[in-house]
């Protein structure tokens, strides 16, 4: 069940089942670099305006799940009208995205192309992407696809993550609850 804030931005409601901190895992296979696993974290927030901020970081995996190294983070923030969205994000490694795209009709699924970008020297090269999001039983899958000057559009990252529940939020009725929430647990 997708929950609704009070004081989410009446715009925003249809992304509503972005909300919130997920993780997880996923595959990468960067331009001119070795396929690997990586590990995701992305947050999303509001604070009633009309827009939903947005941060990823993600990490390389060694074979048993561990940390190994930072990937790639990114920022922005995202806006919707009448099921058109737009998302303005920049990365790390120098490149700052216009993405436009639609939420599907009666589903929570948001397709997005770049529109327009701008990098830094040092970036490397990249010429658009596509990204497929969708809520699927209960968990936020994606999938992105990368194209570079001399390469066509071709699959990137992608990744399933699950929502990270604090337990103060399903345990609000609960008395005396400790601000780490786990001596409730003990």
Known sequence: ???????LHPDLVPLAFLLGNWQGAGVADPPGEEQCNFGQEVV????????????SHTWRLD??????????SEH??????????DLVTVR??????????????GRPQIELATDALARTGAS???AGGKRLYGYVKGDLMWVGEISTPDKPLRPYMSAQLKKVVDPREWAKDVKDLPDDGIAFFK
């Open 92 to 105: 790390d490694k120098g490149i700052v995205e216009v993405w436009y795209g639609e939420l599907a009709d």
């Open 63 to 72: 074979s048993e799940g561990r940390k190994v190294s930072p990937l790639e």
């Open 76 to 85: 922005g923030y995202w806006r919707v009208k009448d099921r058109k969205i």
């Open 1 to 7: 069940m997708i929950e609704i804030p009070s004081d």
């Open 124 to 126: 490397p090269e990249y």
């Open 44 to 55: 999303f927030t509001h604070d009633g305006r009309d827009f939903l901020e947005f941060s």
